[in-house]
T-cell receptor, first 113, second 114 residues
Framework: DTEVTQTPKHLVMGMTNKKSLKCEQH?????MYWYKQKAKKPPELMFV???????INESVPSRFSPECPNSSLLNLHLHALQPEDSALYLC????????????FGPGTRLTVL | DQQVKQNSPSLSVQEGRISILNCDYT??????FLWYKKYPAEGPTFLIS?????DKNEDGRFTVFLNKSAKHLSLHIVPSQPGDSAVYFC?????????????FGKGTHLIIQP
């Protein structure tokens, strides 16, 4: 299994909803990442997990809450989002945080109403 | 302040000809560079990379050139094929900097015309 999967593919939520994005990989990678990509912009790093521990939080608002329950899974819990949080959320993994190549999932297209 | 710049939002090339995608960077600490290809509704797919100790890396139809003094890299695709039509992102990494994410350019939309 050489891919990163993400669910759901699309998500529409209201500003008072609580939802979660899920990411999974079975490549034995110990580093996992969340990126956010707005339209016509490059992906921007949000969080980095290394060996299931959060190692980097790039000043992301607390309404985004990451969780890494095990080495294969990465979640992003969403609560009280704003319409400007609408974006494509990409999950990626790499063998280690020191590894250069990161492998991306297909993303979740999030719309906040 | 954009540290990785792709100044051409789009590029149109005829099938069979060479496609050249350009990327400039400003952070001299970047020491590893990657190109990703992205189709609509899919995540970026790793294409080819180059370490700063090299000036060229080749993989089949894809060659990446790095000019460290000019802080410039380019991706050459030859011959270009219709399936190459996609958005290409240049990305860079400072492997010693402790920031483990990739810094991406805005992307260039490559259109291969038959």
């Amino acid at each position: 299994d050489t891919e990163v999967t993400q669910t759901p593919k699309h998500l529409v939520m209201g500003m008072t909803n609580k939802k979660s994005l899920k990411c999974e990989q079975h490549m034995g990678h110990r580093a996992m990442y969340w990126y956010k990509q707005k339209a016509k912009k490059p992906p921007e790093l949000m969080f980095v997990y290394s060996y299931e521990k959060l190692s980097i939080n790039e000043s992301v608002p607390s309404r985004f809450s990451p969780e890494c329950p095990n080495s294969s899974l990465l979640n992003l819990h969403l609560h009280a989002l704003q319409p400007e949080d609408s974006a494509l959320y990409l999950c990626a993994s790499s063998l280690l945080t020191a590894s250069n190549e990161q492998f991306f999932g297909p993303g979740t297209r999030l719309t906040v109403l | 302040d954009q540290q990785v710049k792709q100044n051409s939002p789009s590029l149109s090339v005829q099938e069979g000809r060479i496609s050249i995608l350009n990327c400039d960077y400003t952070n001299s600490m970047f020491d590893y560079f990657l190109w990703y290809k992205k189709y609509p509704a899919e995540g970026p797919t790793f294409l080819i990379s180059i370490s700063s100790i090299k000036d060229k890396n080749e993989d089949g139809r894809f060659t990446v050139f790095l000019n460290k003094s000019a802080k410039h890299l380019s991706l050459h695709i030859v011959p270009s094929q219709p399936g190459d039509s996609a958005v290409y992102f240049c990305a860079a990494r400072d492997s010693g900097g402790g920031a483990d994410g990739l810094t991406f350019g805005k992307g260039t939309h490559l259109i291969i015309q038959p």
